[in-house]
């Protein structure tokens, strides 16, 4: 968006395009994995937990994507959160999926108090709450307090979305129903800290050391993930570690100012992991 005012180029992220992207993505990506699971598993014994259960995300991640301020952002957030728990160990009589989800809980848990300090430091910093669409102006007025702002919602960021060093969460949360894990690990939830980089661009677009810290976090990760994604003899694995290379390469891309690209990349990753857990089972 071109910035009349000042004749430079950059995205105001409150007019909605980034939002609508994530927004249209959940859709189709639900409205699909709704059709898929009245099949694939009609005949499970917790059916009916599992609808109400990914209606519980699906409400916490609308409210997370048109969520104006970081405080409406972090209740969705904890929406998003629980549910994916609770996905994991759906299969609950089972000693490995209750195992990983407590690990993943404890993971989230991390990433949830960092936000949380986040909100804190913003709060104590701007001595108000701070609405997205006033990220810039924000940034402008304090520069130095958006450093350690932007540090922590990076943190949040990378263990979201499974980056190096946490990457090893991912293919444990691949233990909740197939249909569960394309939904949350393969389009959606994983994606979050991608769309939470996004969503604060403005605020911490002007600092060259955390834009260098961000591409350093997604070209470490896209390497190490790659490297281990070859080595796994599990189809679920794979797929999560080939998922957690490509949202390394996204962050690379939002570190670069191609936002308009990451958000491509997000769509087209986001379909094509969501078609091949889908097809997973088959293949097996």
């Known amino acids: 968006m071109e910035n009349s005012g000042s004749g430079t180029h950059s995205l105001d992220f409150s007019d909605g395009n980034n939002p609508a992207v994530f927004l249209a993505v959940c859709t189709a990506v639900t409205a699909l994995v709704f059709v898929f699971s009245r099949y694939y598993l009609h005949r499970e014994p917790g059916f009916k937990r599992f609808y109400y259960t990914v209606l519980f995300f699906v409400v916490g991640l609308v409210l997370a994507i048109l969520a104006g301020n970081f405080e409406t952002l972090l209740v969705g957030w904890e929406c998003i959160g629980m549910s994916s728990v609770l996905l994991i160990a759906f299969y609950r009589d089972r000693f490995l999926p209750a195992r990983n989800a407590l690990k993943v809980f404890s993971i989230y848990r991390i990433a949830d108090a960092c936000l949380l300090a986040a909100i804190w430091y913003a709060h104590h910093a701007f001595e108000r709450s701070v609405d997205f669409s006033e990220l810039s102006t924000v940034a402008a007025q304090h520069g130095e307090q958006v450093a350690v702002l932007g540090l922590l919602l990076l943190i949040v960021a990378l263990i979201k979305s499974a980056q190096f060093p946490v990457s090893y969460w991912l293919p444990r949360a691949m233990e909740g129903p197939t249909s569960s894990s394309a939904i949350f690990y393969g389009a959606l939830s994983v994606h979050m800290g991608l769309f939470l980089l996004l969503r604060t661009y403005p605020l911490w ?47 690379v891309e939002v570190a670069l100012g191609l936002w308009w690209l990451a958000l491509l990349h997000f769509v087209s990753n986001a379909l094509l992991r969501t078609y091949q857990l889908l097809i997973s089972p088959s293949i097996v």
């Open 205 to 251: 677009e002007s600092d060259v050391w955390l834009r260098v810290a961000v591409g350093i976090v997604g070209i470490v990760t896209a390497i190490v993930a790659t490297s281990i994604a070859r080595v796994q003899s599990s189809i679920k694995t794979q797929i999560a570690y080939s998922s957690i290379t490509q949202i390394g390469i996204m962050f």
